[in-house]
Structure formats: C-alpha cells, structure tokens
T-cell receptor, first 114, second 109 residues
C-alpha cells in the first residue's frame, strides 16, 4: 500500500516567515510533486523532482523552492510567506513507467498565512 | 487556453442514472489520461487511467479516450450518493501530470 505522508495537516504562519512543508513516501518512487489546490483553479503544479537533487519548475514556481536530498523526501519551502500563498498543498509521488505516470497523493496541508 | 479543461459543474444526476463527465486536452503529445475522485476535504484518489483509444471498463466506471478529438470521458453507471465528489481529469506530460479544475458531481436521492 503506497503511503505518502505530509508532515502537517494544518499550519498557520505569519507573513514573512520561512515555511517548510515536508513530504515522505515509502514506495521508492522516483518522481515527487508539489501541487497547490485553490477553488476554481484546480490543482496547479509548483515543482517536481524525478531524482535525488533534481528539480524542475512546474506552472507556478514563483515564491517557492524545493529540496530533495533523499529519494523518499521532498520538501517545499516558502522563502517569505505571503497571504496569497494561503492554500491547500498536496504532495504526490509516482514511478517512472514510460507514459504511465500514476500519482499517489498525501493527505494535504492546509496552510493559512496571516 | 488551459491544457486540460473540464466543466466545473455541478453535474446533478439521480441515483441509479448514468453520470457522464467530460474532459478535453490541448497537448497532442499526451499519451496517458487519469481520472481522480476527490471528496470534500480529502486528497485525490485514482479511479482509473487510459492510454488506448476506445473504452476501458472497471466495474461501474468506463473511461473513454478519443485522441483524434483530444477528448476523454468518464461514465459512472448506476450512480450512488457515495459517488458525489469532484472528479479530476489529468493528462500525462513529461514525467508529470497536468490536472483540470475538476467537475463536481452530485447524485441525488
């Protein structure tokens, strides 16, 4: 059973704080992703990684960075949190299988920036 | 133009009816397509995927793909109240998935 675990379910941070969201998967998946989900906008890809120390920008990387020092862990960093980063953040992982990239999601972190 | 487009709904169907959810995509290079179900306050869970033209059936669910028309659909037969959720369509890119905004389905008693 694939397990993707995010460190926090709910988080409240102040504007300007540096915020770390952690994600761990236990299935030895190569790919890991960070999405944010907002009403009416759906799931938008922030960053993804296809290998340790490798990262690629998604559709909305501005204001975020990521770190992947170990295969099982992918961290999302908000360098200086702003109110427009209040959102639901979802981590996902998947295997590399040619065109078949089934993704499994963590439970989500609802971040509120005040 | 969004890469993956869905009607946001809500789509309301009576219990026992067939629910038809539709999705179009713009990237002709996409090879695989996925349907996820998301209950309110929960994370998405995969229902099924399809990568060949035609139909793919799994229980009450049937996915349909038409690459010429760049169109993917999900049919839910014998709809149940427990099927009430948001359904997300996703298209595979280079090692990543691009999602539509989702269609909210309501199955009424």
């Amino acid at each position: 059973d694939v397990k993707v675990t995010q460190s926090s379910r709910y988080l409240v941070k102040r504007t300007g704080e540096k915020v770390f969201l952690e994600c761990v998967q236990d299935m030895d998946h190569e790919n890991m992703f960070w999405y944010r989900q907002d009403p009416g906008l759906g799931l938008r890809l922030i960053y993804f990684s296809y290998d340790v120390k490798m990262k690629e920008k998604g559709d909305i990387p501005e204001g975020y960075s990521v770190s992947r020092e170990k295969k099982e862990r992918f961290s999302l960093i908000l360098e200086s949190a702003s109110t427009n980063q209040t959102s639901m953040y979802l981590c996902a992982s998947s295997t590399l299988r040619g065109g078949d990239t089934e993704a499994f999601f963590g439970q989500g972190t609802r971040l509120t920036v005040v | 133009q969004k890469e993956v487009e869905q009607n946001s709904g809500p789509l309301s169907v009576p219990e026992g009816a067939i629910a038809s959810l539709n999705c179009t995509y713009s990237d002709r290079g996409s090879q695989s397509f996925f349907w996820y179900r998301q209950y309110s306050g929960k994370s998405p869970e995969l229902i099924m995927f399809i990568y060949s033209n035609g139909d793919k059936e799994d229980g009450r669910f049937t996915a349909q793909l038409n690459k010429a028309s760049q169109y993917v659909s999900l049919l839910i037969r014998d709809s149940q109240p427990s099927d009430s959720a948001t359904y997300l369509c996703a298209a595979e890119g280079v090692s990543k998935l691009t999602f539509g905004t989702g269609t909210r389905l309501q199955v009424t008693l």
